[in-house]
């Protein structure tokens, strides 16, 4: 039996926390004994995976890693490594992952990894966090090439390894009838829907997606467009003023976020990924999965999900004439967007399952624990 802990950023709903709930479901247990371990206490996720049997310990660490406070819960979790004997650190995010870094090595855990799942950009502290992890980690896993490419450019020296996200794509074929989803959710089932996946904070583009929405409902005549936001996070508030500000509250509707994000996605005549950075998006590969059109900016790691005019329509980031006007077109050509959500249903089916995923990780941490001369316990 290989025992992992796994290092996690908080556990709100997010595409990295929902990963790795995935990840979690699916390692073999008759193979790999795991736990969790969490910077700060909190989330709905923490609660999903204790219910579902899943050890969790909160470690109660500030934003800070460099108090006298952290260097004390550092040590306490080493040892607590250590009692349990176990042989994998794996660390999510540049904080989660530098703290597992350093309590696995105190503890003398046998393999150190972390996964890097989004970009980096003018974000200094995660930059030098970034070259300190690739120093004290065997592998960094990233789940698409510009992550690595990003992190080389900055200084990051450190064994990569590509793994693809993964997603049950058989569950998000089985969606319901999309009058009927558009009812379920308040909307005229009769006018095209609109809609976008995911946390609401900056670096996911929520503002020029409203932007883009103004552009759509004064130039689509008798289309008329209904907008729709599934996710929650800090900035709901300011973009529901934003949405009051550009005259267009009564078109968009703010879902928060759901249980099961199939019925959203099932609403949607086309959806719209919006960010200014994104690594690679599972909103996205659930969207594709489903069946619907996609609209991205073309950022991080969509570029290699998205073939252009093949599986979907890549816009410039920021870009919000050039994104309303490629909503406005796949709208305005059925067939156009149809063979696009077929093509896209496809790829994603032949790239990114969710078994196929989980078996890259579990090949990599037994060959890389081979390589350094350790065995299961």
Known sequence: MIRI????????????????????????????????????????????LRDAGVSVTPLGISRSLVTPAAACIMIQAARRLRADRVQIVHGYQWRPALVGAIAGRLAGVSLRLASKRSLTGDDRAARFAWRLIGRGVDTIVANAEALRDEATRDGTRARWQIIRNGIDVERFRATPPRAEAKVALGFDPRRPVVGSVGRLEGRK?????????????????????????????????????????????????????????????????????????????????????AGRPVVATSVGGTGEVIQGEQTGVLVLPDDEIGMAHAVLALLADPGRAGRLAANAQRAVAERYGAAAMVAGLERLYTTRLAARGAQAA
């Open 5 to 48: 802990a796994y290092f996690a950023p908080l556990l709100w709903t997010g595409g990295t926390q929902r990963h790795l709930q995935q990840v979690l479901r699916l390692l073999d247990p008759d193979r790999f004994a795991v736990q969790v371990y969490t910077l700060r206490a909190g989330g709905e996720v923490e609660g999903e």
């Open 205 to 289: 583009g929520h503002d020029h997606f409203l932007r883009a929405a103004r552009v759509m409902l004064g130039l689509a005549n008798g289309l008329r467009p209904q907008i729709l936001l599934v996710g929650d996070g800090p900035l709901r508030e300011r973009l529901t003023g934003l949405a009051d500000e550009l005259g267009i509250a009564s078109s968009v509707r703010f879902a928060g976020s759901v249980a099961d994000v199939r019925s959203a996605l099932a609403a949607m005549d086309v959806f719209v990924l919006p960010s200014r950075e994104e690594g690679m998006s599972n909103a996205l590969l659930e969207a594709m999965a």
